[in-house]
């Protein structure tokens, strides 16, 4: 996962929506998607407080995990 280091970096949040995969997504699709998951719940406790101190949304960083592993793995879909 080391795009979204790259695309994290140490960024405010203001400067991370323009250079996100995320932003271009967005743009190119109509309609979101709702997803739920059941979580481990000190994990979960953590990675609110990861982002809260940050400054970025959980929805974000959730956004972001999905387009990474959208962007490593979409060469599967190419073989099929």
Do not use: C
């Not at 109509?30 to 059941?38: G, L, P, Q, R």
């Amino acid at each position: 996962m080391a795009k979204l280091k790259d695309m994290l970096g140490d960024q405010t949040p203001e400067t991370q929506e323009s250079k996100t995969a995320v932003s271009s997504f967005k743009s190119n699709h109509e309609k979101n998607k709702m997803i739920s998951a059941y979580v481990d719940i000190d994990r979960y406790e953590k990675f609110k407080a990861i982002n809260e101190l940050r400054g970025i949304s959980n929805n974000k960083i959730l956004n972001l995990l999905i387009a990474d592993y959208v962007l490593e793995y979409e060469r599967l879909l190419k073989k099929w």
